[in-house]
C-alpha cells in the first residue's frame, strides 16, 4: 500500500493551492481518507476527512470553508483544494487512509509521506 501526497508549494497569503494524494495497492473505495498537517514545533493537526464514498465530509475549524476535500475512487486520488490560506496555514500535509471515521492520528492505516505547504506575507 502506498500513498503519495503531492502539490506543495509556496503562496502569498490569501493563495491558492491544490494538493493530491495518490493510492496504490489499495482499493481506495473502502477507506476514508483524512489531511493532517504538522508545523514545526507543533503536533499534528487533523484538517479534514472524507468518507469512502465521499458523501460525507468533516473539516476542522480552522480551515472551514476555506479547504475543500473531494475523491476521485476511480483515478485512485483524494484532493485537498486550499483557498484563502493564511500563515497559519504553513506545515507539511499528509493524507491518511482509515476503515474507521475518525479525526484521530492513531486510527489511521496508512499514511503517505508529507508535501510542505509554505504561506508566506
Known amino acids: 500500500v502506498q500513498l503519495q501526497a503531492s502539490g506543495g508549494g509556496l503562496v502569498q497569503d490569501g493563495g491558492s493551492l491544490r494538493l493530491s494524494c495518490a493510492f496504490s495497492g489499495v482499493n481506495l473505495g473502502t477507506y476514508a481518507t483524512a489531511w493532517f498537517r504538522q508545523a514545526p514545533g507543533k503536533e499534528r493537526e487533523f484538517v479534514g476527512i472524507i468518507s469512502y464514498k465521499g458523501s460525507t465530509i468533516s473539516y476542522a475549524d480552522s480551515v472551514k470553508g476555506r479547504f475543500t476535500i473531494t475523491r476521485n475512487n476511480a483515478k485512485g486520488t483524494v484532493s485537498l483544494e486550499m483557498n484563502s490560506l493564511k500563515i497559519e496555514d504553513t506545515a507539511t500535509y499528509y493524507c491518511?487512509?482509515?476503515?474507521?471515521?475518525?479525526?484521530?492520528?492513531?486510527?489511521?492505516?496508512?499514511w503517505g509521506r508529507g508535501t510542505q505547504v509554505t504561506v508566506s506575507s
Open positions: 491518511a487512509a482509515t476503515q474507521l471515521w475518525s479525526v484521530y492520528d492513531y486510527d489511521m492505516d496508512y
